[in-house]
Nanobody, 118 residues
Framework: QVQLVESGGGLVQTGGPLRLSCVAS????????MGWFRQAPGKEREFVAQ????????YYADSVKGRFTISRDNAMNTVYLQMNSLKPEDTAVYYC???????????WGQGTQVTVSS
């Protein structure tokens, strides 16, 4: 089994930064790509950003382009999400996910709360 543990969430004022981390551990596994998703109260979970492990191909949701940066540390099996210029609408529980193959995400973290005050 693979475990994903997120950290770095919290309360921040509008316009402030926050950096999330997610460490993957457990049995032997491979990483094709990792990503971040978020779910705000009363809304469905939505894609935020994704990075592939070998080619370092990166994708962002339109709502976060230019403000969020995803990066990874292959040796540490860790993915980061640097969030700048945060807005109240960024308030959500943020989840990281790991995909061993291109087709789908196989593992999910428990989530970390991000709250942006206006």
């Amino acid at each position: 089994q693979v475990q994903l543990v997120e950290s770095g969430g919290g309360l921040v004022q509008t316009g402030g930064p926050l950096r999330l981390s997610c460490v993957a551990s457990g049995r032997s596994f491979s990483i094709h790509h990792m990503g971040w998703f978020r779910q705000a109260p009363g809304k469905e979970r939505e894609f935020v950003a994704q990075i592939t492990w070998s080619e370092r191909m990166i994708y962002y949701a339109d709502s976060v382009k230019g403000r969020f940066t995803i990066s990874r540390d292959n040796a540490m099996n860790t993915v980061y999400l640097q969030m700048n210029s945060l807005k109240p609408e960024d308030t959500a529980v943020y989840y990281c996910a790991l995909a061993e193959n291109p087709e789908r995400y196989d593992y999910w973290g428990q989530g970390t709360q991000v709250t942006v005050s206006s």
